[in-house]
């Protein structure tokens, strides 16, 4: 132990056992062949609570100390089969509520017609799915191919860039379907209400006091991989714009929405950091670059990046930023993977092209609004 004071001692003491309690955290496996078609590995807990007896170090004064930490959790993993649709649904609906996001396993078979139908049944009698106008399914406009090395699919060249599918505007949650996996073609996902807990009290606040004005000001109009082809630049985090798209897409209108930085939407009323800097256009009360700056400097906190992509000379991210694993989960696709996410309490992001291992690499999605 470093040679400190009383006070300090606790702080390193309780520092030491979170540690050690987070790295125990391990995935287990629970029979759930009494629900039928599924089988379910979800994670220990999705939060934990210490209660640290502290000793100073002269032996004699002792302190209780209760901290809860959240962390980003990785999703609880479903052994799917479509035989059963309602029943998949079942079993996926409680898990998506408590964890925010759910794997679904081993659907390589799955078509577009099942993902739709398989949405559909999830998202409840009251759902409204996004039809694409391009990019889609040939004959099922709901489901958008995403990728590369795949006619008609969309390849958002954007590097990181943190987001919520639907933009925040709605509760929406996305299904994303990996047809044919690429290494390195990782999708990364943060839990909002890991976010917020991991800032200091003072950025709660200051968080807790912002609405966020959203816009396509300095976009080309959406979607992502068109900003990007406009010239619309992110950092190496992902968590701001620094260049604005250099031309807008045809038929571009001005478009504005705001939210409050800190969402309470969800049933639980927690209090979740959800934000994109991508639409971004400042702040209630405070001017642009100012706005830019603060909304970067909290997500940067929140997220914990430890190293930083390099950037080429046109300001795209080609190497990898790494963020802090209590922060940020790392999904590595395999063949038959469907990952369910409520975008009310999820940030995810993209990651660098020049990540890619591979030429090919097709995705599957459908964004669904729930209300
Ligand atoms: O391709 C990915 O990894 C994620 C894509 C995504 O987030 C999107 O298109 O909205
Ligand atoms: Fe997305």
């Not at 078979?109 to 889609?136: C, Y």
């Not at 959406?222 to 714009?241: E, F, N, Q, Y």
Request: charged residues 25%; proline residues 5%; glycine residues 8%.
């Amino acid at each position: 132990m470093p040679n400190v004071g009383r006070f300090d001692a606790c702080l390193w003491a309780t520092r030491v056992c979170l540690h050690r309690v987070g790295c125990a955290d391990v995935l287990h496996t629970t029979a759930a062949s009494r629900r039928g078609a599924v089988k379910v590995i979800r994670p220990a807990t999705s939060h934990f609570a210490v209660v640290a007896l502290l000793f100073s170090i002269t032996g004699c004064a002792t302190a209780a100390t209760t901290t809860t930490v959240r962390r980003t959790q990785p999703p609880p993993r479903l052994v799917a089969s479509l035989d059963d649709v309602s029943r998949l649904a079942a079993a996926a609906t409680p898990l998506l509520k408590e964890h925010g996001y759910v794997l679904l396993g081993g659907l390589e078979d799955m078509t577009v017609e099942q993902m739709k139908a398989l949405m559909g049944v999830i998202s409840g009698p009251r759902h409204r799915m996004l039809r694409f106008d391009a990019n889609s399914a040939p004959s099922v406009p709901e489901v958008r191919l995403l990728g590369r090395g795949h006619d008609g699919a969309l390849l958002a060249d954007i590097g990181y860039e943190w987001h919520q599918d639907g933009g925040g505007t709605a509760p929406f949650l996305t299904l994303l379907h990996c047809k044919f996996p690429c290494e390195g073609a990782d999708t990364l996902f943060a839990d909002g209400q890991a976010l917020f807990d991991r800032l200091s009290r003072e950025d709660q606040r200051r968080a807790r006091a912002l609405t966020a004005v959203y816009s396509n000001e300095f976009t080309a109009g959406g979607p992502t991989a068109l900003d990007a082809a406009c010239g619309l630049r992110m950092s190496p985090c992902g968590t701001r714009r620094v260049r604005s798209a250099t031309r807008r897409k045809e038929g571009w209108e001005p478009g504005r929405f705001s939210r409050p930085l800190v969402e309470t939407a969800c049933a639980d009323g927690a209090e979740r950091l959800l934000a994109g800097a991508k639409g971004l256009e400042r702040f209630e009360g405070m001017g642009p670059a100012e706005s830019v700056d603060e909304l970067a400097r909290l997500l940067r906190a929140a997220l914990g990046p430890e190293e930083e992509g390099e950037v080429d000379s046109d300001l795209r991210t080609i190497g990898e930023t790494r963020f802090s694993e209590d922060a940020v989960y790392v999904h590595r696709w395999r063949r038959g993977d469907a990952i369910l996410f409520d975008n009310h309490r999820l940030l995810h992001s993209t990651v660098p092209l020049s990540l890619y291992h591979e030429a090919r690499r097709v995705m599957w999605q459908i964004i669904c609004m729930t209300e």
